[in-house]
T-cell receptor, first 112, second 113 residues
């Protein structure tokens, strides 16, 4: 059974650019949640997708957007990057909305 | 407003002894709690969870205790092993609305051989 995978592992962008991060959910999981973890902090919830629909959003601006595909993989898009967007972005999948979330290794984004 | 707090940023314990990691929360609507372990350059790994209808849950060397009246939970690791050295996050959620997790800021555990 393959776990949650994320790509790329690391990324460097400059302010104002756009970025797309990808996540493949664990086999049999239909729910994907995205979190941002800044240095020294715990992960903060960005949004969740359940069966291709957004199912809740945290306190993040609209320039953070996402998609979930029919195979339940997901993308996180961030437009107009700011320096404060530098963080580890974590994707978690679960068998359903209320099941335990299992995390991928994360994508480390650096915005210069 | 930090709804989930881990007030000890770090903890050192001798191998073989008990490690106790603490977590406090402010939102009485939380009804499900989890602990994750995180090694550098890896994502958080699920350890153990507890529903608010219970006050204790055990899984091998790991036990989580929940005190709802004090809004406090703790993770006990017995016996502690050097491989347990990692950052531990507690998380809380509620089963209404989006089932999102609210995380604490983590406690770095170092188990000394």
């Amino acid at each position: 059974e393959t776990g949650v995978t994320q790509s790329p592992t690391h990324l460097i962008k400059t302010r104002g650019q756009q970025v797309t991060l990808r996540c493949s959910s664990q086999s049999g999981h239909n729910t994907v949640s995205w979190y941002q973890q800044a240095l020294g902090q715990g992960p903060q919830f960005i949004f969740q997708y359940y069966r291709e629909e957004e199912n809740g959003r945290g306190n993040f601006p609209p320039r953070f957007s996402g998609l979930q595909f029919p195979n339940y993989s997901s993308e996180l898009n961030v437009n107009a990057l700011e320096l404060d967007d530098s963080a580890l972005y974590l994707c978690a999948s679960s068998a359903s909305q209320m099941e335990t979330q299992y995390f991928g290794p994360g994508t480390r984004l650096l915005v210069l | 407003d930090q709804q989930v707090k881990q007030n000890s940023p770090s903890l050192s314990v001798q191998e073989g002894r008990i490690s106790i990691l603490n977590c406090d929360y402010t939102n009485s609507m939380f009804d499900y709690f989890l602990w994750y372990k995180k090694y550098p350059a890896e994502g958080p790994t699920f350890l153990i969870s507890i529903s608010s209808i219970k006050d204790k849950n055990e899984d091998g060397r790991f036990t989580v205790f929940l005190n709802k009246s004090a809004k406090h939970l703790s993770l006990h690791i017995v016996p502690s092993q050097p491989g347990d050295s990692a950052v531990y996050f507690c998380a809380a959620s509620y089963t209404s609305g989006t089932y999102k997790y609210i995380f604490g800021t983590g406690t770095r555990l170092k188990v000394l051989a």
